[in-house]
């Protein structure tokens, strides 16, 4: 990705000590203490302009968020989208977020083991190329390393526009053994889905009818656990649906009659 920055971005960085982490790797272990607080940390892999972290930064008090990338001038961009998303709830600077400029590639030297408890991928470069599969984010080696980062309610969210990065991913979630969930071709079937903050690629993409594809990923035990007692709730069927249905069906049997034997 090739951008043109603006003169002195390394310096606007550095003069936001508050939002921007420069150097992320001296805070592995330790990043409840910079939030100050002991809320669950979620995490976007690729930030881009920095739609989605604010939006859903703002959405959601009752956690910690950190969005990453690698480029200077994204961080700088997000780092004003996220001051004005912040700024209408009253807030000078974002409570709750930090964007750190780092490389996913380094992603177990910034995090401590079971540090993080989501996971955000999303419209990740695709790398179209078969031989440079080992390049995406959804490949079993970060799969291996996102594992290890997670808690026990570790999950990733995962979207694209890509099917064949879809297609790829749904094969290296389910090689890897991991338990999907929330599957979706089309995310915005039915026009957009209010329940999702939409990242500047969704966006542009949604505008062309593109589809979005969406999933869920289940990791951790205990994400596991809440995963197996609600997975067949939609199945379910209750005690009055099954009176209801034997009631039906005893309306609908015929009753059968036994012919009498004549004497012969």
Not at 210 to 233: D, F, Q, T
């Amino acid at each position: 990705m090739r951008l043109r920055g603006r003169k002195g971005i390394r310096e606007n960085l550095e003069a936001q000590p508050e939002l921007v982490v420069l150097e992320p790797e001296q805070y592995k272990g330790r990043w409840a203490e910079l939030f100050g607080n002991d809320h669950p940390i979620y995490v976007e892999l690729g930030m881009g302009k920095g739609r989605f972290i604010s939006g859903t930064s703002v959405r959601n008090p009752q956690a910690n968020f950190i969005g990453i990338d690698m480029y200077d001038e994204l961080v700088r961009r997000a780092s004003e989208k996220a001051r004005a998303a912040w700024a209408e709830q009253g807030h000078d600077t974002p409570p709750s977020l930090m964007l750190a400029r780092a490389n996913v590639e380094k992603l177990e030297d910034i995090f401590a083991p079971g540090e993080l408890e989501r996971i955000y991928l999303n419209f990740s470069d695709p790398w179209p190329k078969k031989k440079h599969a080992r390049r995406r984010l959804t490949h079993p080696r970060f799969l291996d390393m996102y594992k290890r980062v997670l808690n026990a309610n570790g999950q990733i969210h995962f979207k694209t526009d890509s099917e064949t990065l879809f297609e790829f991913s749904l094969n290296s979630f389910a090689d890897s053994g991991l338990q999907m969930t929330n599957i979706s071709l089309n995310l915005h079937r039915d026009g957009i889905n209010e329940e999702h903050v939409m990242t500047e690629y969704e966006h542009k993409f949604m505008g062309k009818g593109m589809n979005i594809h969406r999933c869920e990923v289940v990791i951790g035990e205990k994400a596991l656990e809440r995963y197996e007692e609600v997975r067949m709730e939609p199945y379910r069927i209750s005690s009055d649906e099954r009176a209801a249905m034997a009631a039906e069906e005893a309306e609908n049997e015929t009753p059968v009659v036994e012919e009498e034997k004549s004497e012969v």
